[in-house]
């Protein structure tokens, strides 16, 4: 009996499910909300965090409350470590050119390695009169179902400051707000118990759907 060929559909179907688990920001939303711009002087938005396993950011990205057309102005966003180090930083364009998943801009950056345990803060610069938006809740939004983050992120607090011509590392948090989203990132992996379910659901329907290709095959016939 011939072997029988296994269809290049069936493959990218399977393989895309392992694409898509290398696409997932940190931070995400269970609704799409337009946020707020805050009419205000240059300054610096973002949220202090700490990974509890070794992660590698190879994105970063910037929450767009447009329905469409994108930023109003270019902004650089960046990570830093909690001595205020720059470690990573790219810009993310005006307009709408940056790739957009979730509500999420983003642009590809050079691998970064964060190491579990630290922290780090990543914040996103605003110049005058600063017109995108941004979005901000109280602590409880991380319990209630509004903001998920990925179960290797601790989110520890909000982060800002004035960045007069530039950006520049957020001296203020407050520990009673999540947010500022704003700026968001994308790593290597995903959570391994979510990887694992995705190729494991992929796998099954792969099997299945072949399993039901050759009843309706006649023996020995190559597809």
Not at 28 to 41: A, C, E, H, I, R
Not at 143 to 165: C, H, K, M, Q
Request: hydrophobic share 40%; charged share 20%.
């Amino acid at each position: 009996m011939k072997e029988r060929k296994i269809k290049l559909p069936l493959i990218s179907t399977f393989l895309g499910l392992a694409i898509l688990a290398h696409s997932q920001g940190v931070v995400s939303f269970s609704q799409y909300t337009l946020g707020g711009g805050s009419n205000g002087k240059d300054q610096v938005q973002g949220w202090e965090f700490i990974p509890t396993t070794d992660l590698t950011v190879l994105k970063l990205g910037l929450y767009d409350g447009r329905s469409s057309g994108g930023f109003k102005q270019s902004h650089e966003v960046a990570v830093w470590d909690r001595a205020g180090n720059l470690i990573a930083s790219t810009l993310i364009p005006q307009g709408a050119s940056a790739s957009l998943l979730d509500n999420f801009r983003y642009e590809e950056i050079p691998p970064v390695q964060l190491d579990a345990g630290e922290t780090y803060v990543i914040g996103e610069f605003s110049a005058t009169p600063v017109p995108d938006y941004h979005v901000l809740w109280e602590r409880s939004a991380l319990t209630n179902g509004i903001v998920s983050l990925d179960p290797r992120i601790e989110f520890v607090a909000y982060r800002e400051g004035a960045s007069p011509g530039g950006i520049s590392f957020p001296q203020s948090r407050f520990v009673d707000y999540v947010g500022c989203f704003g700026p968001n990132f994308i790593v290597d992996a995903p959570e391994p118990s979510s990887f694992t379910l995705l190729c494991g659901m992929g796998a099954v329907s792969l099997v299945r759907i072949l399993q039901i290709r050759g009843r309706k095959m006649p023996p020995n016939k190559i597809e």
